[in-house]
């Protein structure tokens, strides 16, 4: 009876002990974020200052869509609390494969957010009544130019004017032809949905294309390679994207960055719930912690790239504010034809126009 009685409270505190360690454990794996994103925009001293501030341990993987949603598809969508895919891969992905879940906008501060940003997400993510993103960073394709044909060049269609020919550059991809297709007057996103008519509006862009070759210098396939060509002076006019122009204009005030009158084309990277995210707490808390104004513009600081954090350019560094407003006044922001998501099969029209256009003579 006495070694019965010994051991009884003995196994009691065992148990006591077990349960008592399985709930640290619990409490411990919850204050952790796991993220996975892009390069400079989880930069150090923001992860730093948001574990001093919530005591949330943060997790980071560098990423790209590709990468997002294959491993978020292998877990069926556990392995990750917050993930950061571009708002155009998110409803294909999310009918496919199920990885996401819907955002719960009561639990996002969207005052610090751009307004034509949070619409422009919304709208792109929304699903069966659902919404999917939150607008984080964004970046658009325009027009880089040289003082010197600036007022000949202000649309895409202007880099075939004959007063810049054999001094321009862009690619042979798709945002070129949505690029020239809005410039022309078309709105091919408005046609996403109906084939034929936006076979028509790819013809139409493919004549101009062909008509335009004599005026390209080269078609641009690397980064390195257009801003090599613009300092150089060979390239005076370009359609690249808007960081790539800041990037120059900080070392020769004379090229710029130009939204064009057609509008910039934006991409927004957001932030999307994974479904099987463990500590859905922390991602909303990283979510309003890194659009407050002040955080938000130590990310474009380390990215190149803005923030939808509405009044973050108060924040940024002079020379990359100064460039940023130079190119987007409120107009030309809300004139930015945001990407929606790609139907299938378009892409493969688009491939084979742009092949076209590379063999013609």
């Not at 010994?6 to 399985?22: E, K, Q, V, W």
């Not at 493919?206 to 002076?233: F, H, M, P, S």
């Not at 998501?341 to 076209?356: A, F, I, K, N």
Request: glycine content about 8%; aromatic content about 10%.
């Amino acid at each position: 009876m006495t070694r019965l009685h010994c051991l009884a409270p003995t196994r009691s505190l065992l148990l006591s002990a077990a349960l008592i360690a399985g709930t640290f454990s619990s409490v411990a794996q919850a204050e952790e974020l796991r993220l996975i994103t892009w390069g400079g925009y989880a930069p150090d001293d923001v992860v730093a200052q948001f574990e001093e501030e919530t005591g949330i341990d943060v997790q980071v993987t560098l990423s790209n869509n590709e990468d997002m949603i294959s491993k978020l598809r292998a877990t069926g969508g556990a392995g990750f609390d917050l993930a950061q895919p571009s708002q155009d891969r998110i409803v294909g992905v999310q009918r496919q494969f199920n990885i996401y879940k819907p955002i719960d906008f009561d639990r996002v501060d969207t005052d610090n957010l751009q307004p034509s940003m949070l619409k422009a997400t919304r709208n792109a993510t929304q699903l069966d009544g659902a919404f999917y993103g939150v607008p984080s960073v964004w970046g658009t394709s325009g027009l880089i130019v040289h003082n010197s044909v600036a007022e000949t060049v202000t649309d895409y269609t202007d880099l075939c004017d004959p007063a810049v020919a054999g001094e321009v550059s862009y690619r042979l991809k798709r945002p070129t032809l949505i690029g020239f297709a809005f410039a022309m007057g078309m709105d091919p996103f408005s046609a996403y949905n109906d084939r034929d008519q936006y076979q028509s509006i790819l013809a139409k862009v493919e004549d101009k294309l062909i008509d335009c070759k004599g005026n390209v210098k080269t078609y641009w396939t690397g980064g390195d390679q257009l801003l090599a060509l613009l300092r150089t002076g060979e390239v005076t006019a370009a359609m690249a994207w808007d960081a790539g122009g800041w990037k120059l204009n900080a070392e020769n005030p004379d090229i710029r960055f130009v939204a064009p009158e057609s509008g910039a084309l934006g991409w927004i990277d957001t932030f999307a719930i994974p479904r099987r995210s463990e500590n859905e707490e922390a991602a909303y808390r990283w979510i309003n912690f890194v659009m407050q104004p002040e955080i938000a513009a130590r990310i474009t600081n380390a990215s190149g790239n803005f923030t939808a954090s509405k009044g973050a350019d108060e924040y940024v560094r002079a020379d990359l504010r100064d460039a940023y407003r130079a190119s987007f006044g409120d107009q030309a922001i809300n004139n930015i034809k945001w990407y929606p998501p790609v139907p299938p099969g378009l892409e493969t029209l688009e491939g084979q126009v742009l092949d076209r256009v590379q063999a013609a003579n």
